[in-house]
Structure formats: structure tokens, C-alpha cells
């Protein structure tokens, strides 16, 4: 088999691999026609492309992964590259034009359209589209009008303004952008790949202190922390996690999950790009790009990474020039099957006002909610933390009483614990109970506060389908009588309320309290359907 025929099957089996990730109706319509019209001295396959929108699409969706895929299975390909040729012409054709040439490398510079030429001449033109092809469902991903009027750039700055932009370096933080480039190139143009003006910022970097290994896991968030363990390990992203999306309230974890994320791939494929950027910081650089007519090189260096992670995209919501971009990013990404994870504070069905194109695409790939912190996970944590940041042995009755009263994040709760140890480390008191209530006279009155036995009572009643007042009543139906155990449990575990407070509230006494809560216990150890109830409740009521 020569060097031409194994490029041809190097093709093919690009095709084939492409088209796991971007289907086989985009695989037949884009990647299919192209053919091998020949292979140089130095090992570089030339492809063909029809001129026009096919190979427009191609070089701004398609080329890197044809890149990669061909040199994979070819191991003798040293670089790919790609031709813009006729509706008719052959490989014969090119290949007797080319003949004659003495240097085939200045031949091959002369006739092939490297990415370099592209974006040189791509930047001059001006209102640059691809039209829609509406039978074949593609939507315009070209370069946008480097024309706007100073006027347009101020509106659309007012637009997408965030209260911080205008002070990024105070914003950004360690976590909200990073981006990691390949020393090989992995775009078309090698002499500039590494020459990135809008993301390639050494300052940025990723918290160190957010690994996997320190994430303590639980049943709340078991399911997402598998997600992004076995994201993190993928070479190819896998369709059935593409795009990964997690989503969950204040301060449980959806920061450290993708920021684990961004340290493993990265130990694991150090010649993949990828970007870690908040929403924040995404409307600030294409606000900046507009400003600077540099919207090509926006689009160019997003398209190039292999994995984005994004956080917060609730942000977008009513900011319609980025959301749109942000679109146009995300379908780019998506049809070339690179990795996409995103998080939000709540599901993609509930973040209102959101582009339903984006909300249908992400609800194709998988979604993992990262619910509240139950007892156990707190306790848990706090021992890991408490491990981690004092050397003081913290009495397990502290760490109990702390996973008992703070429940409304894990922020919250470290906060809480680096008070008490810095308490004793420079006040010289001993960490017990009646100092630790003491320091955090604050954070309990708040958390206490928070919730009242009225509103458990009506949230349990809802829940089990019954009425209030069933609740204190004195029927013993089993249905009511076990609403009634939870109700009393959760008002001892999420309130300040002594058990004789909580027994005047259900018109019992405070030994009808101390064995409700028993009850509940005793359940939760052998019923499922129980400690499921208990979850949830939980949630409603955090």
C-alpha cells in the first residue's frame, strides 16, 4: 500500500471516527466529499475541499479534529493540510499540476490555503457569512461584521455590563480563567498557535486547594463527583457526557468539581487545550474583542480549545449579544465533539430566560444535580477540613454540634470552623461548645432564624398529602402519625428549638418529642423511602 492509499485509509477511518461525535448527517455532508489529493516527501497529506461553503465549514469546524484523527491513523502523516479545488477536479489533476514543481514545499505553500492565509485574508472582509442552509439545519458560525460603530460597541458594553467588569483583575479571582495550549500546534497555523492576546494569561491560574482529593464525598453529590472523575479521564469526550452540566445552590461544590476537572485533564493530557472561564469573565473578553475589531481571534482561540468549562451561566440570561456569541461557541464546540462542561445554580429547565437552543443542547447531554448537605456529608467534611487546616484536635462533640447547626453550605461551614480555630490559636481558649456557640454567635442566630417549626409543619403536611392541622391533631392513622414523627424530627435538627418548645408546637410534651425522634431514626437506618422523604424535605426547606 502506498503513501497515498494509506492516507485514504486514514481518511476513512477519520470519517468514521468523527461521525461518533458529530453524526452521520454531518459526517456524510462535510467530512465524506473531502478526498486525498496527495501525500509530499515530508509526510504531509493534502486534502481537498470544494471551494465555497464546504470549505469555509470545514477549516472553522472540522480541521483539528481531521488533523488529529489522520495523523492517529497514519503514523507516517506529519501534518495535514488543506486545498480549496474545483467541483470536478481529481487527485490526478492536482497531482500532474504539481509535477513539474523542483520544491515541492514552495509548491505546497504556493497552492495549499493554510490557516495562516485564511485569517489574514478572513480579517479583511467584512460582513463575512455562511448563509443557512435551512435543509441541512446549519446555522451561520462565521465571522461576524468587524464594522461596529463606536456607538453600537457602547451600547452593547452597557448591555453586558457586570458590576465588576470594569475592575476584571479584582473579579476574575484564581479560578475563573485558564487556559492551557499544546506545545505542538494543534490549530493550522503552527507559527502562531501559541500567540493567544485574549485568553493566554499566565496571571490566572486554578486553586490549588480544589482537587479531587479534597472534595469529601456523599450520598448529595456521589452522582456528580463520579461524572467528573470519569470526565476527567477521557482522551475523547464521551457522547453520553457531552456536555456535562452540573448545576446546585451556594457553596456546595460545583467550583471545586470543575476546577478537579481542569488539574486531571490536564496531568492526564498535557498536549490538550483547554479553557476554565467564568460567564464574568466571557462577556468581559467579547466585549473586548468588539471593542478591539479582534471579534475573529475571539472566535478563532475558543474553537481551538479541546475542553471548556464555564461556570455560572446563569449570567447570560438578558445579556443578548454575549448569550448569542456564547450560542455560536457552544454549537461550534458541540459539532466537533470537544468537551463542554458547564454549571449554573439551578437546572437548565429553571434558569428563565435562557436561549432554549442552548437549554436543548445541554439537556442532551448529561445533568447532575449537586443537592444540599445532609448531617453525614457535613460531619465528614468538617473532619477532612479540620485535618487539613489546624493541628489542634478539634473534640468530635464540636464537629457534631457544627454539622448539626450550619446547614446551609459547605462555604459556610468552613468559615465557621477557621473561626473557631483561630479563636483558640490566638485567644488561648480551649474549642468546646460554649466557646464555639460563643464565636459563632452570629452564624447560628442566622441559621437559626432561617427556618421555624411553623414552616416545617406546612412543607411535611404537602409533602404527605395531608392537612396541617392533622399534624397536632390526636389521630393515629399511620400515614399522619409518621408525617408527624418527620416533622418533629426535622424541627430538632434544622431549628434551635428545645424539645419541650417543639412538643408545645405539636401539642405534645417533650417525651412524645424524644420518642418521635427516635422513631426517625431507628426508620432511617431500615427505610429507605423514609430517608428518602427526609432528603428531600431537606431541600424544600434549606
Given at each position: 500500500m502506498d503513501h497515498i492509499d494509506k492516507a485514504k485509509q486514514s481518511l476513512k477511518e477519520s470519517y468514521e471516527?468523527?461521525?461518533?461525535?458529530i453524526g452521520t448527517v454531518k459526517a456524510d455532508q462535510w467530512i465524506l466529499p473531502i478526498m486525498v489529493l496527495d501525500v509530499n516527501n515530508n509526510g504531509v497529506v493534502i486534502l481537498g475541499i470544494k471551494k465555497g461553503l464546504a470549505y469555509k465549514w470545514v477549516i472553522s469546524n472540522y480541521s483539528n479534529s481531521l488533523r488529529e484523527h489522520m495523523i492517529k491513523f497514519m503514523p507516517t502523516c506529519s501534518d495535514v493540510k488543506f486545498v480549496a479545488i474545483g467541483e470536478n477536479q481529481t487527485s490526478q489533476q492536482y497531482q500532474q499540476e504539481h509535477a513539474n514543481s523542483s520544491n515541492a514545499n514552495a509548491s505546497l505553500d504556493k497552492k495549499t490555503a493554510t490557516y495562516e492565509n485564511q485569517e489574514s485574508s478572513y480579517a479583511q472582509v467584512k460582513?463575512?457569512?455562511?448563509?443557512?442552509?435551512?435543509?441541512?439545519?446549519?446555522?451561520?458560525?462565521?465571522?461576524?461584521?468587524?464594522?461596529?460603530?463606536?456607538?453600537?460597541?457602547?451600547?452593547?458594553?452597557?448591555?453586558?455590563?457586570?458590576?465588576?467588569?470594569?475592575?476584571?483583575?479584582?473579579?476574575?479571582?484564581?479560578?475563573?480563567?485558564?487556559?492551557?495550549?499544546?506545545?505542538?500546534?494543534?490549530?493550522?497555523?503552527?507559527?502562531?498557535?501559541?500567540?493567544?492576546?485574549?485568553?493566554?494569561?499566565?496571571?490566572?491560574?486554578?486553586?490549588?486547594?480544589?482537587?479531587?482529593?479534597?472534595?469529601?464525598?456523599?450520598?448529595?453529590?456521589?452522582?456528580?463527583?463520579?461524572?467528573?472523575?470519569?470526565?476527567?479521564?477521557?482522551?475523547?469526550?464521551?457522547?453520553?457526557?457531552?456536555?456535562?452540566?452540573?448545576?446546585?445552590?451556594?457553596?456546595?461544590?460545583?467550583?471545586?468539581?470543575?476546577?478537579?476537572?481542569?488539574?486531571?485533564?490536564k496531568r492526564n493530557f498535557p498536549h490538550k487545550n483547554i479553557l476554565y472561564i467564568s460567564?464574568?469573565?466571557?462577556?468581559?473578553?467579547?466585549?473586548?474583542?468588539?471593542?478591539?475589531?479582534?471579534?475573529?481571534?475571539?472566535?478563532?482561540?475558543?474553537?481551538?480549545?479541546?475542553?471548556?468549562?464555564?461556570?455560572?451561566?446563569?449570567?447570560?440570561?438578558?445579556?443578548?449579544?454575549?448569550?448569542?456569541?456564547?450560542?455560536?461557541?457552544?454549537?461550534?464546540?458541540?459539532?466537533?465533539?470537544?468537551?463542554?462542561?458547564?454549571?449554573?445554580?439551578?437546572?437548565?429547565?429553571?434558569?428563565?430566560?435562557?436561549?432554549?437552543?442552548?437549554i436543548s443542547r445541554i439537556n442532551q447531554g448529561m445533568v447532575a444535580n449537586i443537592q444540599s448537605t445532609d448531617y453525614n456529608l457535613r460531619?465528614?467534611?468538617?473532619?477532612?477540613?479540620?485535618?487539613?487546616?489546624?493541628?489542634?484536635?478539634?473534640?468530635?462533640?464540636?464537629?457534631?454540634?457544627?454539622?448539626?447547626?450550619?446547614?446551609?453550605?459547605?462555604?459556610?461551614?468552613?468559615?465557621?470552623?477557621?473561626?473557631?480555630?483561630?479563636?483558640?490559636?490566638?485567644?488561648g481558649q480551649p474549642i468546646n461548645i460554649a466557646t464555639t456557640t460563643e464565636t459563632l454567635s452570629d452564624i447560628l442566630r442566622s441559621n437559626s432564624q432561617s427556618l421555624n417549626v411553623k414552616e416545617i409543619k406546612k412543607k411535611v403536611a404537602v409533602h404527605f398529602g395531608i392537612k396541617e392541622s392533622d399534624l397536632t391533631s390526636k389521630s393515629r392513622v399511620k400515614n399522619i402519625a409518621m408525617a408527624r414523627h418527620v416533622a418533629v424530627y426535622l424541627s430538632k435538627e434544622l431549628t434551635e428549638k428545645s424539645q419541650s418548645a417543639i412538643g408545645r408546637e405539636f401539642h405534645r410534651d417533650h417525651t412524645t418529642v424524644i420518642n418521635s425522634i427516635k422513631k426517625i431514626k431507628k426508620e432511617i437506618a431500615n427505610n429507605t423511602q423514609i430517608t428518602e422523604d427526609l432528603r428531600i424535605l431537606e431541600t424544600l426547606l434549606k
Open positions: 471516527a468523527l461521525k461518533k461525535h460582513d463575512v457569512q455562511i448563509k443557512d442552509v435551512k435543509d441541512q439545519g446549519v446555522q451561520d458560525q462565521d465571522v461576524q461584521d468587524h464594522d461596529i460603530q463606536a456607538k453600537d460597541l457602547e451600547i452593547k458594553a452597557k448591555e453586558d455590563a457586570h458590576p465588576s467588569t470594569n475592575h476584571p483583575r479584582k473579579s476574575l479571582g484564581r479560578k475563573n480563567i485558564l487556559s492551557f495550549h499544546s506545545k505542538k500546534s494543534q490549530g493550522l497555523n503552527d507559527d502562531s498557535s501559541n500567540e493567544h492576546k485574549l485568553f493566554d494569561q499566565a496571571d490566572f491560574t486554578l486553586n490549588e486547594r480544589y482537587q479531587f482529593e479534597s472534595f469529601v464525598v456523599g450520598e448529595p453529590n456521589r452522582l456528580a463527583c463520579s461524572l467528573a472523575n470519569k470526565t476527567a479521564q477521557c482522551h475523547e469526550p464521551d457522547p453520553t457526557l457531552n456536555p456535562l452540566f452540573f448545576f446546585g445552590g451556594v457553596g456546595l461544590g460545583k467550583t471545586h468539581l470543575m476546577t478537579a476537572i481542569a488539574h486531571k485533564y460567564t464574568e469573565t466571557f462577556m468581559y473578553k467579547f466585549i473586548e474583542s468588539q471593542k478591539k475589531r479582534s471579534n475573529y481571534d475571539f472566535k478563532k482561540e475558543l474553537r481551538e480549545i479541546d475542553m471548556l468549562l464555564m461556570d455560572d451561566i446563569q449570567f447570560l440570561v438578558g445579556k443578548t449579544h454575549t448569550e448569542k456569541e456564547f450560542l455560536q461557541v457552544f454549537k461550534a464546540l458541540d459539532d466537533q465533539g470537544k468537551q463542554i462542561i458547564l454549571s449554573a445554580d439551578s437546572s437548565p429547565s429553571d434558569i428563565k430566560g435562557m436561549d432554549h437552543r442552548i460531619l465528614e467534611i468538617i473532619k477532612d477540613k479540620s485535618k487539613r487546616l489546624t493541628k489542634i484536635k478539634i473534640p468530635l462533640e464540636v464537629m457534631e454540634f457544627l454539622a448539626d447547626k450550619i446547614t446551609n453550605n459547605v462555604r459556610e461551614l468552613e468559615g465557621a470552623l477557621k473561626r473557631i480555630i483561630q479563636s483558640a490559636e490566638l485567644l
